[in-house]
């Protein structure tokens, strides 16, 4: 399982201005922990709670289907371009960059195995875009179209020029190359896929964008490019069951959900900075960012209190960040926790060979590249501690699908119990939702003619 150790956030440790007593604030909160897993393991099952996520897991009907789609279509694309934006692509970028043989797409097909290159479209820069497009034949590209209201502008816009493009080149057949994962009845895009007759995939109710990497938003994509769905299943079955442990001193999302939130509001610690030291988890830290701050970053409390509390999430990546953020962490403003993740094996053992011994660099031949890293983060580390920077840091025995899945479901679970401490609807994103129905005015929807004429002034004014 998932190691968590917070030693680094103590006071024994950075001293009593900057950290915690840690062993104190577990007995101090242990019943406010033990009702909050209590109660979100009772109100998962309940409508409107957006706890559904906590049941992907055991969602056997979906990777059933999933792996049967995956199957059919095995060898019949070159590529597959995933349109999505947020939390409808941001799961599934970062469990593919961490589960592909590093740059898969400059594989072979035969080194590949059959399965295609996997693309993620999910800005709509026009430059970007129309590079990719004029690179992919599209033709022989699998298109999965991923929204659950079906009018996110960003994703449809995307599929709408895609959709011309396939229907040119290939007529009625287009459809083939497209599926859709969106909402099992309702949305402009399950209204198109149903007209169109493509295959779809249902985003279940009461699952968030940025809690849906389990449901065939993520494993869908993953799937097709011949990734073990299975194991990052068993991963999150068996992290659940970790997890629905009520006493905190056995419950990792607990405490750091715990740590994060003591840190936030009695030490003034609200930057949050995940750092993993292997660059396939790179994208786990951006897909962290989205899940830590849309949930966490809130104007009013559930009592209706204006609070405007949220840690910001910052990520970075070990050993290239400490080129570039390290000088800042350790001598200016402690107001972050630094939270390591570190792989215990890596696939591979890449020794240094043993040349310019007459040098200054000539004690790293014989080394290996793994030592190295590994010396870079505690080094790190150490040095944090130095400064008085609390940190924390997650171990994980290595990068696959089984220890993936309990890493995401930890970081989801950590969420949710650090939303109960904060008071705040964890699974909401009024502020999100503003900035869209300004773009709906902006670009011409019909129902927003007040808000565009208003919204033209401000802009002329700004």
Avoid at 323 to 328: A, G, K, M, P
Wanted: proline fraction near 3%; aromatic fraction near 10%.
């Amino acid at each position: 399982m998932i190691q968590l150790n917070c030693k680094n956030v103590s006071t024994e440790v950075i001293g009593e201005e900057h950290g915690i007593n840690i062993d104190a604030e577990f007995d101090n909160y242990k019943d406010v922990i033990k009702n909050i897993i209590a109660s979100l393991n009772q109100r998962k099952d309940k409508p409107g709670q957006w706890l559904q996520w906590m049941n992907l897991g055991y969602n056997e009907e979906t990777l059933w289907y999933v792996k049967e789609y995956a199957s059919m279509v095995q060898g019949r694309f070159e590529n597959l371009l995933v349109l999505g934006i947020g939390g409808s692509a941001l799961g599934g970028m970062a469990l593919a960059e961490a589960l592909l043989p590093p740059y898969w797409n400059f594989l072979s097909e035969d080194e590949r195995g059959g399965y295609p290159r996997i693309f993620f479209l999910d800005n709509i820069d026009p430059d970007s875009m129309t590079a990719l497009f004029n690179m992919l034949d599209l033709s022989k590209t699998l298109v999965n179209v991923i929204t659950k209201s079906g009018d996110t502008a960003e994703t449809m816009s995307q599929f709408m020029i895609v959709k011309n493009i396939l229907e040119k080149e290939l007529g009625d057949n287009y459809r083939y190359n497209i599926v859709a994962t969106t909402d099992k009845k309702v949305g402009i895009l399950r209204q198109i896929s149903e007209q169109e007759g493509y295959k779809t995939f249902v985003i279940p109710d009461d699952v968030g964008g940025r809690f849906s990497v389990f449901s065939a938003v993520g494993l869908l994509p993953l799937a097709l490019v011949g990734i073990d769905v299975d194991s990052i299943i068993n991963g999150i079955k068996d992290m659940d069951l970790a997890l629905k442990n009520t006493d905190i001193r056995e419950n990792i999302a607990a405490q750091n959900a715990l740590i994060h939130y003591l840190l936030d509001t009695k030490k003034g610690k609200n930057i949050s900075v995940l750092m993993p030291y292997s660059s396939r988890l790179k994208f786990v830290a951006d897909w962290f960012v989205q899940l830590w701050a849309e949930s966490l970053g809130k104007d009013n409390d559930k009592d209706g209190n204006s609070v405007n509390v949220g840690p910001t999430p910052v990520k970075a990546l070990g050993a290239t960040d400490q080129h570039s953020q390290i000088q800042l962490y350790n001598e200016g403003p402690n107001d972050k926790i630094i939270n390591f993740i570190r792989v215990k094996d890596f696939d591979n053992n890449l020794e240094i060979p043993k040349i310019f011994e007459y040098t200054g660099i000539g004690y790293l031949g014989g080394k290996t590249i793994n030592q190295l890293i590994n010396a870079e983060a505690d080094s790190t580390k150490v040095s944090l501690t130095d400064y008085s920077r609390p940190n924390i840091t997650i171990t994980i025995d290595k990068v696959d699908g089984y220890h993936l899945g309990q890493l995401l479901y930890m970081f989801e679970i950590q969420t949710a119990i650090a939303g109960e401490l904060y008071n705040i609807n964890t699974f909401n994103q009024p502020g999100v939702e503003q900035a869209k129905n300004y773009t709906y005015a902006l670009m011409g929807r019909a129902g927003y003619e007040g808000s565009a004429e208003m919204l033209r002034g401000k802009i002329a004014a700004l």
